[in-house]
């Protein structure tokens, strides 16, 4: 299923789709941040935050379409 293509056309439907989507990668431990497991926070933002889940925390927002494209890609986030 393309996420990406979901977020674009369903409005926040669609977004919730994609965060429930990442949710379920980051309890499989595959939603990462360079290489660390993560979690997403922020359903309703305009930009939800990808968050390392081990300390020191690395927060990162991200727009909806390039969360539904990482995750369509295999759920990798990079900061940089």
């Known amino acids: 299923m393309c996420y990406r293509h979901i977020c674009e056309v369903a409005g926040q ?3 919730d789709k994609v965060f429930d ?3 379920d990668l980051a309890r499989h431990g595959t939603l990462t941040l360079d290489g660390k497991p993560a979690m997403i926070r922020g ?3 305009t930009f939800p935050v990808i968050t390392q889940q081990a300390f020191p925390h690395t927060e990162i927002p991200f727009a909806w379409a390039t969360i539904a494209h990482v995750l369509d890609h295999g759920g990798h986030f990079k900061s940089v």
């Open 13 to 15: 439907d669609g977004r």
């Open 21 to 23: 989507k990442a949710q």
């Open 43 to 45: 359903r309703l933002l």
